[in-house]
């Protein structure tokens, strides 16, 4: 199918073009997947190293590589899926391709296989917010693994979401720092919080706290 893309997929285009560690927060149904894979193709271009996708299972099995099948503008690209067994992933990974696609719960797996000869020059983590998690010294398995090569193995990070903040500005740090490594939200999850929150107890252990977001913190 002939792809022609929608003003405000140009818009992204551009956006992602231009910005080598970038966000791309739009709601769901705004073609954010197909604005991705143009920009994509066109990175491809001046450097053909191999771009990692991340995303949930579901999407990482179906919505990716069926986008990059729909339209003929992606002809040029192929696809590896490391999903499934670990003997599985192996063959995947050993495939050459263009887009290699995994799901949030291999990436300690991948990491742990390709940490000293890491060959993805872009990442692309579609739903971002699976990364709010992330802390400096904390944080789920996976999001401590993607630290590990996120900045010192990757040119570029692009991050996708429709709901960047589902529970609120506390979710963004995480996020963030996989963009900038704390420039813009501090250093650290917690120079985050004392800056823009108040800490509430709502509970009697000590980590059953709220956080409510200073006067000052949506503007800023």
Known sequence: MHLVLKPHQIVMVNWLLSHD??????????GKTVSVLFALSTIKILDPRPVLIIAPLRVAQYVWKDEVERW????DMTVSSLI??????IKALNTPAHLYIINFENIPWLVKMKLDHWD???IVVDE???????????????????????FSK?????????????NGLIDLWGQIWFLDKGKRLGLSFKSFVE?????QQVGSSIGAVKHIPKINAQKE
């Open 195 to 199: 800056r823009w929150f108040h800490t």
């Open 120 to 122: 993805f020059a872009t």
């Open 128 to 150: 971002s917010t699976k990364l709010k998690s992330f802390r400096t010294h904390q944080g789920t398995k996976q999001t401590r693994a993607l630290g590990k090569v996120a």
């Open 72 to 75: 003929s503008a992606f002809s």
């Open 154 to 166: 990757v040119k570029r990070f692009i991050e996708l979401t429709g709901t960047p903040s589902p």
């Open 21 to 30: 560690r970038c966000a791309l927060w739009a709601s769901m149904g705004s």
């Open 84 to 89: 499934g067994s670990e003997r599985q992933r």
